[in-house]
Every structure is written in structure tokens, then in C-alpha cells.
């Protein structure tokens, strides 16, 4: 269905989104056991692909929100996260000895840069308020444990909020296809906490 206008690739950001929580729910909650690694770094590296994909396109119309935040999503959170999951799991198998509090160094950075962009969501759709701040949960837990901060026991915390932050994710997807295809209001987003103005167009 063509309407003579670039279309919105969000939704296909957030189903990539989505892909990563629910796997790393998986993992963290002990539904499958790290032998899985390889094969979730593939899923991340697909992921990569579509959100770099949803960021340019995102930049391209004018959304700054919602373009850095899949940007930095793509490289980061998909790309580096699937190449260390096969970096870490050769390491494991050939006896390398790797100091992966590193990772909590960089996690640091995402955690600041998530959390102090989440007031500019509250403009947003609340589904896709309450998919970022579970996913600021989640990522501020990942990044104590990645820092050796806290223990495993927290791994349950981020697990149930990342598979959260995934089924918002998914949910705000469904809506804005089936509210766009359809041109009405037929999946409730949820109204943002802090409305738009008229004139300000703002996508996820």
C-alpha cells in the first residue's frame, strides 16, 4: 500500500527491539543457558541491520528523538552486543581470559544517555513511555551488574523488565500499523504525558 510519501520504519525498529528483550528475558531469567550465545549474537547483528536502517530514515524526516536513540540502539545495544556474544563465547571455549568489566564502563554511558533522554518520551504515546522506562530499569540494572556492583540475584530484575520493555515495544509496533494502515484509531497508544504541540510531528 503506497500513499506517495516515505512511510514511518519504526514499527520494524521496535520488533527488532523487541527480539533482543525477549531473548535477553530469556537469558537473564534462566530460560536458556549460555550455551545460546552464538546464536543470539546472529539475532543481535539482524537487528543491527534493521535499526540502522530505522535510524537514518528516522534522521532523514526530522525526528532527533527517536533517530539517536534507534542510532545509537543499532551500534551499541545490537551490533557490539552481538559481536562480544561471539567474542566472549570463542574466548570461553579457547581459555582466553578476558576482563569484561569494561563493558559496565561503556554500559555507563548508555545508561546516562537513556535516562536523561527519557523526559523528551513523555511527549510520546504512554505505551511507549512505559516501553522506555522499563527499559531504563533494565539497563541501569545491567549496567551495576556488569560493573560487578551487584550480583546475579538481579539478573531476575532486568530479565522481567527488558521481556517488559519488549511486549511495550511490540505493542506501540501493532499500533502504529494498524492505526496507520487503517487511518483511525483503533489500537490505543495512550495519550502522552505531555501533549504536542499541533504543529510538532513526533514519531518513536
Request: overall charge neutral; charged content about 10%; proline content about 4%.
Amino acid at each position: 500500500m503506497s500513499q506517495g510519501q516515505a512511510a514511518n520504519p519504526g514499527p520494524a525498529g521496535l520488533v527488532a527491539l523487541a527480539i533482543a528483550c525477549f531473548t535477553f528475558y530469556a537469558i537473564h531469567t534462566g530460560k536458556v543457558d549460555s550455551s545460546c550465545a552464538p546464536l543470539l549474537g546472529i539475532w543481535l547483528i539482524g537487528g543491527f541491520v534493521v535499526q540502522i536502517f530505522v535510524a537514518t530514515m528516522e534522521l532523514k524526516h526530522g525526528n532527533i528523538l527517536g533517530g539517536n536513540i534507534f542510532l545509537f540502539f543499532s551500534a551499541f545495544f545490537m551490533l557490539v552486543n552481538g559481536l562480544e556474544l561471539l567474542l566472549k563465547f570463542y574466548a570461553a571455549k579457547s581459555g582466553w581470559v578476558l576482563d569484561a568489566r569494561i563493558d559496565g564502563w561503556a554500559w555507563i554511558a548508555l545508561m546516562i544517555a537513556l535516562v536523561s533522554w527519557t523526559p523528551a518520551y513523555f511527549k510520546t504515546p504512554l505505551s511507549t513511555i512505559l516501553m522506555v522506562l522499563s527499559l531504563d530499569i533494565a539497563v541501569i540494572v545491567v549496567t551495576l551488574l556488569n560493573l560487578n556492583v551487584i550480583g546475579h540475584e538481579w539478573h531476575i530484575v532486568s530479565g522481567n523488565f527488558i521481556g517488559l520493555g519488549g511486549v511495550f515495544g511490540l505493542y506501540t509496533a501493532w499500533g502504529m500499523i494498524i492505526n496507520t494502515v487503517f487511518e483511525r484509531n483503533i489500537i490505543p497508544l495512550g495519550a502522552p504525558l505531555i501533549k504536542p504541540k499541533p504543529t510538532t510531528s513526533v514519531n518513536m
